[in-house]
């Protein structure tokens, strides 16, 4: 069992940069893959990217090239680089890691809080 805690949200005009960050009480070498996702209001939650536990990243396309994950093994954490935002990319971002519990490959995700991030025009 993990707990997962985003941080690093707040209000930035359009063209600026943000870092959000998730810590995880345990190793997040542990994690089959960690990602981010994000829910603007009404809308339904959408994956904005995620990383292996080898450290491939995958992102999507309207944030690819503009957004960057990466993880910390020393610190526990994963982070999420978001430069050049853009009104549309307002929403909660969550944190989410899976972990492979049998061999047919089935795993149990952990939630985040939720960070806001509101990008001004």
């Known amino acids: 069992q993990g707990q997962l805690v985003e941080s690093g949200g707040g209000l930035v005009q359009a063209g600026g940069s943000l870092r959000l960050s998730c810590a995880s009480s345990?190793?997040?070498?542990?994690?089959?893959?960690m990602s981010w996702y994000r829910q603007a209001p009404g809308k339904p939650r959408e994956l904005v990217a995620e990383i292996s536990g080898g450290g491939s990243a995958n992102y999507a396309d309207n944030v690819r090239g503009r957004f960057s994950v990466s993880k910390d093994y020393n610190k526990n954490t994963m982070y999420l680089q978001m430069n050049s935002l853009k009104p549309e990319d307002t929403a909660v971002y969550y944190c989410?890691?899976?972990?492979?519990?049998?061999?047919?490959?089935?795993?149990?995700?952990?939630w985040g809080q939720g960070t806001q991030v509101t990008v001004s025009s």
């Open positions: 989410n890691a899976a972990a492979t519990v049998n061999v047919e490959g089935a795993t149990v995700s952990f």
């Open positions: 345990r190793s997040i070498s542990r994690f089959s893959s």
